[in-house]
Structures are given as C-alpha cells and as structure tokens.
C-alpha cells in the first residue's frame, strides 16, 4: 500500500490542530481513543481542548478520512485511519494487532447479493486470546 497523504476535506479550513490530529492517527499502531489524542497532543505543546478533538474527529469520519468504532466492553469510541480498521483484539491483556490483509473482500459480493446493501464501508473486530496470555495460562 503506497504512502497516501491525509489532507483537509474540501470546504473545511486547514488548521493547526486539524492537521496535528491527523498525524497522530498516522502514527499511532492501531485505534485510539479521543483522550489518547488529546494527551499526545498536549505532550506535544499543542493546545487544544478535548471537545474540539471529538468535533474535529466527527468531521473527519463524516468525511470518510477517519474510521470511528467501539471495542468490546469499552464505553468510548475508538478512532484510526481507514487502513486501520481491521484487527484482533486479546481479551486478556488489551493488546491490539491490525490485520493486514482484509478477510471482508472474500464474502462482500455474496452479502450485496443476499441482502441487497450498497455497502459503503466496514470494520472487523476479532476478539481472543493472544499468544503471550495463552503461555500465561
């Protein structure tokens, strides 16, 4: 997958804080939460309040440069760039680990026939025991 760069949609001003959200969504390893934003963003001298995180956040999923969902068990919404969205998730310790290649092509054709849906997008969470929790017992 090539090196895409993230920009401001179209008829949205270009802002500091826009663009540092961005960045840290490209950097981070999997899905994060708004606060996790907001403190990489404050340990980084950037001042920004936490409400314009979530504002910035919504635009930027209605726009379709962000992927927004919910963990099992988790009461906050996690947020990642859409080459992010799939992952395994171990029940035990937290861990998170995208998954690469996408197993949602192989059946999408089959549910566009069966049920009738122009899908538009999707996420895929799996859930489990990772290997280092399973030595654990």
């Known amino acids: ?7 401001i949609p179209k008829g949205y001003r270009k ?3 826009r663009e540092a959200i961005l960045k840290v969504l490209e950097r981070a390893e999997y899905p994060i939460n708004a606060e996790q934003i907001f403190m990489e963003l404050k340990n980084n001298g ?4 936490l409400s314009t995180i ?20 988790e009461d906050k919404a996690r947020f990642a760039l859409p080459d992010k969205k ?7 310790c937290g861990k998170i680990v995208i998954i ?3 197993p949602f092509d192989k059946f999408k ?7 009738g849906f122009d899908i538009t997008g999707h996420s ?11 030595k654990k017992g």
């Open 15 to 17: 802002t500091k804080q």
């Open 46 to 49: 950037i001042d920004i309040s």
């Open 124 to 134: 895929i969470e799996v859930y489990g025991v990772c290997p280092e929790c399973q």
């Open 100 to 102: 690469d290649n996408c």
């Open 1 to 7: 997958m090539g090196e895409q760069k993230l920009s």
């Open 86 to 92: 799939n992952y395994l998730v171990c029940e035990k």
């Open 54 to 73: 979530y504002r910035n956040l919504e635009m930027l999923t209605k726009e379709g440069l962000v992927v927004k969902s919910y963990m099992m068990n």
């Open 109 to 115: 054709e089959e549910l566009i026939e069966v049920h």
